[in-house]
């Protein structure tokens, strides 16, 4: 049976913070598999020219994956679909588009289209990519880097909402303010300025790597309550050695089979993903009832 209500198209949902290491990666893999097994089909794109999210589906960034595989032909504008670059993973129910170094080149290519082409808009090079296959998915998941990149401004434009993972600790929390700000005056200087809008439908921040040994953060918890009030979702992701580990084996905690032991740690891991996946769910299906 088909989830997705009759002519609905994919919600596209970027995980997005401009620090590395808070979980960005691991939270698009573990909620693109987790749709998978409540029964929904998932793109995933991966932005990062890092490739990590390519390596934790098994591709090898460095040898595996070459340029047309990447959106980096999406953003010279030698292709306006992306379905050029989309292949299937060993993961049912996931596609895939990959990313590798060569990625690097969209930063160069994306502002000189900008001078040289009239008309041109580099922020909405991956929304009109993606047109062409937004019937096809119930969900198009963006990995994006640890920067104010200019592919991160085209996934974020070419979502319907956000999710930035965040980490209790004072650094994480101080450096995601920055986070906000930059992309409130970018918005404001790319979109309004030109009379354009663009309204998410759904923000979300996600309290990851909590370690509940740390004292410091409780206190830092209740500054992101403060500062982000409803949009901080209701579940918190624990820091624990099983996602390391799995991460290691290139997997998540939905990929139980890759590795033994563990068990109470990874049900609690697991749970509190199966939590988080059932909230975006059901940000998706507000989304579809719009
Ligand atoms: P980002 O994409 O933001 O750089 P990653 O998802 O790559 O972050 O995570 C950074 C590192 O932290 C990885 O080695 C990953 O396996 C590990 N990691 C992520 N989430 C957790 C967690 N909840 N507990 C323990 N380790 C984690
Ligand atoms: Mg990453």
Request: glycine content about 8%.
């Amino acid at each position: 049976e088909h989830l997705r209500p009759e002519g609905a198209e994919a919600v596209t949902i970027s995980i997005g913070n401009f620090k590395g290491g808070v979980s960005k990666t691991t939270t698009a893999v573990s909620l693109a598999q987790g749709l998978t097994l409540l029964g929904h089909k998932v793109l995933v794109i991966d932005t990062d020219p890092q490739g990590s999210m390519t390596t934790l589906f098994g591709i090898l960034p460095d040898t595996e994956v070459d340029e047309q595989h990447t959106i980096l032909p999406l953003t010279m504008g030698a292709e306006t679909s992306i379905r050029y670059a989309i292949r299937p993973t060993y993961w049912d129910g996931i596609d895939l588009v990959s990313a590798a170094p060569v990625l690097f080149g969209a930063e160069f290519a994306l502002p000189a289209r900008q001078t040289k082409e009239p008309g041109f808009e580099f922020w909405r090079v991956l929304d009109l990519g993606i047109d062409d296959v937004r019937g096809e998915y119930d969900a198009i998941i963006i990995d994006t880097p640890p920067s104010l990149s200019y592919t991160t401004i085209n996934a974020f434009i070419a979502s319907n909402g956000i999710i930035m993972p965040l980490p209790p600790n004072a650094l994480d929390f101080a450096s995601a303010s920055q986070f906000w700000s930059l992309f409130s005056d970018l918005t404001t200087s790319l979109l309004t300025e030109r009379g354009l809008s663009k309204e998410f439908d759904f923000i979300h921040v996600l309290l990851s790597r909590v370690d509940g040994t740390d004292p410091a953060s409780n206190v830092v918890r209740q500054w992101i309550g403060q500062t982000y009030a409803e949009k901080v979702l209701p579940v918190e992701i624990p820091k624990t050695a099983v996602i390391g580990v799995a991460a290691a084996e290139f997997g998540t905690v939905y990929d139980v089979s890759k590795y033994d032991g563990a068990a109470r740690t990874l049900k609690r891991a697991r749970d509190a993903y199966d939590n988080f996946v059932g909230q975006i769910e059901a940000s998706i299906r507000a989304v579809w009832a719009k």
